[in-house]
């Protein structure tokens, strides 16, 4: 360390002399962060700030932390010492505005739609309804169909494919297939909606609106990633289960059937969950082919469809008269779109934890 | 097997067999390669329809067109103009903010909280971007309307800030921050499994000659990840090229190509003029609609090219290390 502390500390410790305690740097944090909420407080008791900016503070205080961390440890551990200590704190003031847009969100979502997330909200549509009232069933419905359709499309072709590229693929095919998945993967969720909507009108003329055409776009947007996951497991399983099998005269679709897919088993449907939980809050390509509407509609081979995303957007973009009501349904549809998101992702690292085979790792 | 006593039996079995295990093989392995083929046959039909259904905008009228342009390049410019200027923003917010996560998580983090902040950084990306185009428009951009003012007051000489300065916050500054919350998961994620990869001995030695922990990670961890974090930057730019709904609802558009990124009058971005324009056009309106959507895959094809050629490069230079 540097020698700013000079002799008179020459008898201290010199593994400890010309650093700051351990305790300084989280007290400083805490310290700068009661400063920057309470400077803000004062600013916006004296009437500078209309309403309490709590965004505001916390970046006042992380700031505030990044400035003192760097100007006390400079004078007392020396430049270097410094550096490392600005650092260390504008990871951490990243991960804080990180949070930030993270907490304000979830929590305009649930303070916003705990209004309408009611039963009325579950059991209505938005059929012949004007201004109170009203609920989301059609869209619910709409999406669970059209969600469940393209898992049934994406499941099988994404596994096979997968199969495909671990167990059988080689040469320029195999290659081909890895390289246009990546390239499946980038595709703009809007551009798969076109796709399906200039698919659809081929056939059913040009207007045309349809659940079904719904769950092509999604599919087209859900195998990548079954591909991918699906691959990623399916290489995981140890090779010396495979040739345990075939010593045994396993024929290979058995080995691949009754051997590899239930060791990969958990791991390919977390994928699939994860993938499900990926396009269930796809919107745009919903919005262009599956359409809007008020009304339930059970079949998904005809006419427009609703689903919760596009309810949302919907609710948002074209209010009535009294624009609460809708804003207020936006907001429960849009509470109950996250809830379904996030118990997906639940679902999918339970089962990892759960029903992963013990020998990995 | 007891085959070697009783020959005839264990043939006629095993010939009954394999016949069987024969057929079975070739069922499956034909379902795998169709499905394979189906992925291909998918991709070529996406870009077969795009163009088909795009060429009679190109060649018609452009009179015809909304908005009435000189041509269809001039009604694509500024759209294409909108879908970079915005993405290109978002990444600059985002990148420094995604690698201090990264980094937070996979260096400084006490290790047990490790894996709990990493879940949380997922969280955002479980969010529909339907859900941050509502936040955004009803959150951020009211609060950031006096900001806005202040920097056009204060800043306004600098390009960017140029006034007059939004009433209402829907600007092209207030969309690549919401799409910057949207990228970062995507690419704090990318950066933070580069930088767990590298060797630990680096980072041994480096402490070793007495290096503090951002000389360490100076010194071992970013040149090791520099392809890794470029490429999760490009992916994250493939992400923010094609988001539709929050710049939809967020953006307050015009058919305009202007830096100034606080003023009422913002260029577009495709994807979101193909979300707002399309449930109402029809006829040639429709294939000029297509035709842009066309062009945003192929932006989004190109940077994803760029992306996995960098990861690529970066491979091989590892093998032959």
């Known amino acids: ?201 081929l056939f059913f003329g040009e207007g045309v609106r349809m659940g079904f055409a719904g769950s092509v776009a999604l599919a087209v947007l859900m195998i990548p990633v079954v591909v991918r996951s699906s691959e990623e497991m399916l290489k995981l399983v140890p090779d010396e289960l495979r040739e345990a099998s075939y010593a045994l005269g396993v024929p290979k679709w058995r080995t691949v059937a009754k051997v590899v897919l239930p060791t990969a088993g958990a791991g390919i449907v977390t994928g699939i969950t994860l993938a499900i939980a990926r396009v269930i809050g796809e919107t745009a390509p919903l919005l262009i082919i599956a359409g809007f509407t008020s009304s339930m509609n059970y079949n998904p081979f005809s006419e427009r469809m609703q689903s919760l995303p596009v309810f949302v957007y919907t609710q948002y973009a074209n209010p009535g008269s009294q624009v609460e009501f809708y804003l207020d349904r936006a907001w429960a549809g849009a509470l109950t779109l996250i809830l379904i998101v996030m118990a997906l992702n639940l679902i999918a690292r339970l089962i990892t934890r759960y029903f992963t085979p013990r020998t990995r790792r | 097997m007891t085959g070697a006593t009783t020959p005839t039996v264990s043939d006629a079995a095993s010939g009954r067999s394999s016949i069987q295990a024969r057929l079975g093989d070739v069922i499956f392995r034909r379902l795998a390669l169709g ?135 829907r600007t092209v500054l207030t969309v690549a921050v919401v799409l910057a919350v949207m990228v970062l998961p995507i690419i704090t994620a990318l950066c933070r499994e580069v930088f767990v990869q590298t060797p630990v001995l680096h980072e041994e030695a480096a402490y070793a000659l007495g290096a503090t922990r951002w000389e360490m990670i100076r010194i071992t961890v970013f040149p ?23 710049v939809a609802m967020v953006l307050s558009p015009s058919a305009i190509i202007s830096l100034a990124i606080l003023t009422p009058e913002n260029p577009s971005t495709i994807a979101a003029n193909i979300a707002l324009n399309f449930p109402e056009s029809a006829g040639l309106q429709v294939n000029a609609l297509i035709a842009t959507g066309l062009i945003l895959f192929i932006i989004t094809l190109v940077v994803n090219s760029i992306a996995r050629a960098v990861v690529h490069r970066h491979e091989r230079s590892l093998e032959s290390r």
Request: glycine share 8%; no cysteine.
């Open chain 1, 1 to 201: 360390m540097t020698s700013t502390t000079g002799r008179t500390r020459m008898q201290a410790n010199s593994y400890t002399s010309g650093r700051l305690p351990r305790w300084f740097a989280p007290a400083l944090f805490a310290a700068s962060m009661v400063a920057g909420l309470s400077v803000i407080a004062l600013l916006t008791a004296a009437g500078v700030l209309p309403e309490f900016p709590i965004v505001l503070a916390v970046l006042v205080g992380v700031v505030l932390f990044d400035v003192l961390i760097t100007v006390i440890a400079s004078a007392a551990e020396g430049r270097r010492a410094a550096t490392d200590r600005l650092v260390t704190s504008l990871v951490i003031t990243a991960f804080v505005i990180a949070l930030l847009p993270l907490i304000s969100l979830l929590y305009t979502v649930v303070v916003n739609g705990a209004a309408r997330f009611d039963l009325t909200f579950f059991t209505h549509s938005m059929r012949s309804v004007i201004g109170e009232g009203g609920g989301a069933l059609h869209a619910i419905v709409g999406t669970l169909q059209i969600t469940a359709l393209a898992t049934i499309i994406s499941v099988p072709v994404g596994l096979f494919a997968a199969i495909y590229l671990v167990e059988y693929g080689r040469g320029p095919l195999k290659r081909a297939i890895t390289f246009f998945v990546d390239v499946m993967t980038g595709i703009p969720s809007i551009v798969a909606g076109l796709f399906a909507y200039a698919l659809f009108a």
């Open chain 2, 35 to 169: 499905a394979g083929v189906t992925i291909l046959v998918a991709l070529a039909a996406v870009a077969i329809f795009l163009v088909a259904q795009s060429l009679p905008a190109l060649i018609a009228d452009p009179a015809d067109l909304r908005g009435e342009p000189e041509s269809f390049w001039h009604y694509v410019a500024p759209l294409a103009f909108g879908t970079v200027w915005a993405a290109a923003i978002a990444l600059v917010i985002a990148i420094p903010i995604a690698i201090g996560i990264a980094l937070f998580i996979s260096h400084y983090a006490p290790r047990r909280l490790a894996q709990p902040l990493g879940y949380i950084i997922d969280l955002l990306a479980a969010v529909p971007s339907v859900v941050y185009g509502l936040w955004g428009i009803t959150v951020l951009a009211p609060a950031a309307v006096p900001f806005y003012q202040w920097l056009t007051e204060n800043m306004g000489w600098f390009p960017l800030f140029a006034p007059p300065a939004s009433g209402t916050g």
């Open chain 2, 224 to 246: 090791y990840a520099r392809s890794g974090i470029v490429s999760a930057s490009m992916l994250g730019l493939g992400r923010a090229l094609g988001e539709t709904m929050a």
